[in-house]
């Protein structure tokens, strides 16, 4: 009886380990979306009011688009030298992506954008 009590707690132990492991276990996904991301240097004569409405012009473009699943523009880490802000769009797929650049609402906010960025650098990342 006392073997079997004491396999019953080896198992038992074991078991509750097992468990631990998979609930502590990291997990990500490979999402089919596309991120577009861009990192910028504005021009010495950009003012913070040009910029602030550059990130949020951003905002009002990817509600005007369809396809535009997120939209980041609180850059936290930006390196580069001179590049201090950054945005990102996730796209839903490919379509939209390729619709983008087109897009009227796109088009206008480019406008704004060339007249205070000097330099930015961008990266298209899927899965």
Partial sequence: MRTRNLILSVCAAGALFLAGTLVGA???????TILHVVTIKWKAEATDA???EVLKGVEKMAGEIPGVKSVW????KVQGQGYTSAFVMEFE????????ADNPAHQEW??????????????????
């Fill in 93 to 100: 797929n490919a379509a939209a992506f390729a619709a983008y």
């Fill in 26 to 32: 990291n997990r990500f996904t490979k999402p089919s």
């Fill in 73 to 76: 523009t609180k850059g936290i």
């Fill in 110 to 127: 480019n406008k704004m954008y060339q007249a205070v960025h000097e330099q930015s650098t961008t990266h298209d990342i899927t899965n």
């Fill in 50 to 52: 040009q910029k602030t």
